[in-house]
């Protein structure tokens, strides 16, 4: 069995709690705890008495997205008006962003359901985390939001399959937060339960689960997921991935600078508080009510 | 009618004949001539007595391709690979914007037409010049025609055009080289309905549009879109897509060791010298009029 760092992994009630454990990060995602996330996938996928997954978060978030903090070369030292880090050709930072290291298409494809128990903030690339489960249920205080393209950055089309086509505009283009209610009503989660609540819930969708045959389980996991596959949810991430090159690379001096001098001379709580102050009150969530402190 | 400077527009013989025309430039394509190109399609679409397009190059070439002569960038700022003074996101979002045009509307408006086009290919017939050929519906090569892609030598795309027509072995084996490929070869691999003797060009594609038109218009138009449309279903529309993206992140990633010498030529004269330098390594082709070495 593997020695994780940055994860949980623990059998139970007939599944598999797999913990993003990250706390001081909220779960930022790094490589590492990607490799964790497959090498944990691996041993569900060879253990018989494990029949589903639960995905959640350790402490008060869910995931923040990924993380940004050891990443080379990725905000710091752009160079104006180039928009690129000194030394490196565009041909390079293209390059580097068409790449896909996540792979959280394995997820949707997963013989085992995997479900999701959102338990506070799923921001960005936690969010799209979230969305490749197969059922998500969310605690009163979950969060879900991409405030990254608010510096420029990519939604994901997952958020167009689930949410549908006005709702994913409405917050992909925004940036805004949605609390659990309204991912609820938009279909991105089944169930808001209290946070108490939250994992006893998932498991008991595990046993119910751990009643059907493994094979007519995983056939109907695929009649969906490889359904939705061939209706032209691959071709759609395929798209999607490229995407992300544009996305990340066409950055403006007038609205990134200023973001990466308060990152660099400040800190991270100032930069987002520049980025994201002039759209609060969020229309959602723990930051619907508050001024811009 | 439009007064066109950089092509010409002749009904006769029930089609009409378009000639793409710069000959001093070999036809090299420039946003003039692509939007000349559009406006004649446009009266032709319009014109009942036109039944059929034949397109076609002047001075004995088809089209060497996108115009790389004319270059109105400040110098590039190396390593970054982009122009002096301006940001990766307006170069890359001019070029996704300028690509998404070409491919996706300019080229898919040329595969839908509602009359056939027919691509009289003479000479050279390289790059853009070969992508605008093949989205023709039937293309009939002259002996001496030569088609190719060197523009994948410096920073620039393949067109899935290609793998569409010669299939995924041929079209990497010819795009991932820009080699040449020569009338006879470009038959065998099926980027082509077939080869005539050079005198025997224009009047070959005027039957064929002369034994169209004895078909009726609606019925000629409904075949065309079954195969058209068809392809188009099966994702050659989704191919396109990603390849007009793919294309403008291509002719962004400039190496200093790849490009450099492009622009100097291109700022100082000499363009035909950074040609032969470029291509010098790839001789002899092994196809058509470079398959000796000089």
Same mark, same amino acid.
């Given at each position: 069995m593997p020695e994780y760092q940055e994860i949980l992994y623990e059998k139970k009630r007939g599944g598999a709690l797999i913990t993003l454990n990250r706390p001081d990060a909220m779960n930022a995602i790094s490589r590492s705890m990607i490799k964790e996330l497959h090498l944990a996938l691996d041993e569900v996928e060879q253990d018989?008495? +494990? #029949?589903a997954v639960v995905l959640t978060g350790a402490g008060r978030a869910f995931s923040a997205g990924m !993380?940004? @903090? /050891? &990443?080379?070369? #990725? #905000? #710091? !030292? +752009?160079?104006? $008006?180039? @928009? +690129?880090?000194? @030394?490196?050709t565009a041909a390079e930072v293209i390059d580097s962003w068409r790449? !896909? $290291? &996540? /792979?959280?298409r394995r997820m949707w494809e997963f013989g085992k359901p995997i479900i999701g128990a959102i338990n506070g903030w799923a921001m960005g690339a936690g969010s799209w985390l979230s969305l490749y489960t197969h059922i998500m249920l969310a605690s009163e205080n979950a969060v879900f939001a991409q405030p990254e393209v608010r510096h420029g950055s990519n939604t994901s089309f997952m958020w167009t399959l689930l949410g549908g086509y006005k709702n994913a505009l409405r917050y992909g283009l925004t940036g805004d937060h949605i609390d659990a209610h309204e991912a609820l009503r938009i279909g991105l989660v089944v169930k808001v339960v209290p946070a108490d609540r939250l994992l006893d819930e998932c498991f008991d969708i595990v046993e119910r689960i751990a009643k059907v045959p493994p094979e007519t389980v995983k056939i109907n996991l695929q009649v969906a997921t490889l359904g939705l596959d061939m209706m032209g949810l691959r071709d759609a991430l395929t798209y999607d991935k490229q995407m992300s090159a544009p996305a990340h690379v066409m950055l403006r001096e007038e609205l990134r600078k200023p973001l990466d001098d308060a990152r660099a001379n400040k800190g991270i709580r100032e930069y987002l508080q520049m980025r994201d102050g002039p759209f609060q009150p969020e229309p959602f969530g723990p930051r619907a009510k508050k001024k811009p402190e | 009618m439009p007064d066109y400077k950089t092509i010409l527009y002749q009904k006769q013989r029930s089609g009409v004949l378009i000639t793409l025309n710069r000959p001093k430039e070999l036809n090299a394509l420039n946003e003039q001539l692509m939007s000349e190109l559009d406006q004649a399609l446009a009266e032709a679409e319009n014109d %009942? *007595?036109?039944r059929g397009v034949i397109l076609t190059g002047a001075n004995g070439a088809f089209s060497v391709g996108e115009?790389? =002569?004319e270059d109105n960038e400040p110098p590039t700022a190396w390593p970054y690979?982009? %122009? *002096?003074?301006? =940001?990766l996101n307006q170069v890359y979002n001019r070029f996704r914007d300028a690509d998404r045009k070409d491919i996706l509307q300019r080229q898919l408006n040329r595969w839908l037409y509602p009359k056939p086009i027919v691509a009289a290919v003479s000479g050279w017939c390289l790059g853009a010049g070969a992508s605008l050929a093949l989205t023709c519906h039937i293309t009939i090569a002259a002996d001496d025609a030569v088609f190719g892609q060197p523009q994948v030598r410096h920073a620039a795309n393949t067109d899935f055009i290609w793998v569409a027509l010669a299939g995924f072995k041929n079209a990497l084996r010819y795009s991932l080289t820009g080699d040449h490929v020569d009338a006879k070869e470009a038959l065998r691999i099926g980027l082509i309905n077939q080869v005539v003797p050079k005198a025997d060009l224009l009047e070959t594609c005027f039957k064929y549009v002369e034994r169209i038109a004895h078909v009726p218009p609606e019925t000629v138009k409904i075949n065309l879109h079954i195969s058209t449309q068809g392809l188009e279903m099966m994702g050659l529309r989704k191919a396109w897509a990603l390849n007009a993206e793919l294309a403008a992140m291509a002719r962004l990633s400039k190496r200093e060791e790849f490009n450099k010498r492009l622009e100097e030529a291109r700022r100082q004269g000499g363009l035909e010298a950074f040609l032969r330098e470029r291509d010098a390594p790839f001789q002899p082709e092994p196809f058509g009029p470079k398959a000796k070495k000089p």
């Amino acid at each position: 069995m593997p020695e994780y760092q940055e994860i949980l992994y623990e059998k139970k009630r007939g599944g598999a709690l797999i913990t993003l454990n990250r706390p001081d990060a909220m779960n930022a995602i790094s490589r590492s705890m990607i490799k964790e996330l497959h090498l944990a996938l691996d041993e569900v996928e060879q253990d018989n008495e +494990i #029949r589903a997954v639960v995905l959640t978060g350790a402490g008060r978030a869910f995931s923040a997205g990924m !993380d940004q @903090g /050891n &990443r080379a070369g #990725r #905000r #710091r !030292d +752009i160079h104006w $008006p180039y @928009g +690129i880090v000194h @030394g490196q050709t565009a041909a390079e930072v293209i390059d580097s962003w068409r790449i !896909d $290291p &996540r /792979n959280f298409r394995r997820m949707w494809e997963f013989g085992k359901p995997i479900i999701g128990a959102i338990n506070g903030w799923a921001m960005g690339a936690g969010s799209w985390l979230s969305l490749y489960t197969h059922i998500m249920l969310a605690s009163e205080n979950a969060v879900f939001a991409q405030p990254e393209v608010r510096h420029g950055s990519n939604t994901s089309f997952m958020w167009t399959l689930l949410g549908g086509y006005k709702n994913a505009l409405r917050y992909g283009l925004t940036g805004d937060h949605i609390d659990a209610h309204e991912a609820l009503r938009i279909g991105l989660v089944v169930k808001v339960v209290p946070a108490d609540r939250l994992l006893d819930e998932c498991f008991d969708i595990v046993e119910r689960i751990a009643k059907v045959p493994p094979e007519t389980v995983k056939i109907n996991l695929q009649v969906a997921t490889l359904g939705l596959d061939m209706m032209g949810l691959r071709d759609a991430l395929t798209y999607d991935k490229q995407m992300s090159a544009p996305a990340h690379v066409m950055l403006r001096e007038e609205l990134r600078k200023p973001l990466d001098d308060a990152r660099a001379n400040k800190g991270i709580r100032e930069y987002l508080q520049m980025r994201d102050g002039p759209f609060q009150p969020e229309p959602f969530g723990p930051r619907a009510k508050k001024k811009p402190e | 009618m439009p007064d066109y400077k950089t092509i010409l527009y002749q009904k006769q013989r029930s089609g009409v004949l378009i000639t793409l025309n710069r000959p001093k430039e070999l036809n090299a394509l420039n946003e003039q001539l692509m939007s000349e190109l559009d406006q004649a399609l446009a009266e032709a679409e319009n014109d %009942p *007595e036109i039944r059929g397009v034949i397109l076609t190059g002047a001075n004995g070439a088809f089209s060497v391709g996108e115009d790389i =002569s004319e270059d109105n960038e400040p110098p590039t700022a190396w390593p970054y690979g982009v %122009p *002096e003074g301006t =940001s990766l996101n307006q170069v890359y979002n001019r070029f996704r914007d300028a690509d998404r045009k070409d491919i996706l509307q300019r080229q898919l408006n040329r595969w839908l037409y509602p009359k056939p086009i027919v691509a009289a290919v003479s000479g050279w017939c390289l790059g853009a010049g070969a992508s605008l050929a093949l989205t023709c519906h039937i293309t009939i090569a002259a002996d001496d025609a030569v088609f190719g892609q060197p523009q994948v030598r410096h920073a620039a795309n393949t067109d899935f055009i290609w793998v569409a027509l010669a299939g995924f072995k041929n079209a990497l084996r010819y795009s991932l080289t820009g080699d040449h490929v020569d009338a006879k070869e470009a038959l065998r691999i099926g980027l082509i309905n077939q080869v005539v003797p050079k005198a025997d060009l224009l009047e070959t594609c005027f039957k064929y549009v002369e034994r169209i038109a004895h078909v009726p218009p609606e019925t000629v138009k409904i075949n065309l879109h079954i195969s058209t449309q068809g392809l188009e279903m099966m994702g050659l529309r989704k191919a396109w897509a990603l390849n007009a993206e793919l294309a403008a992140m291509a002719r962004l990633s400039k190496r200093e060791e790849f490009n450099k010498r492009l622009e100097e030529a291109r700022r100082q004269g000499g363009l035909e010298a950074f040609l032969r330098e470029r291509d010098a390594p790839f001789q002899p082709e092994p196809f058509g009029p470079k398959a000796k070495k000089p």
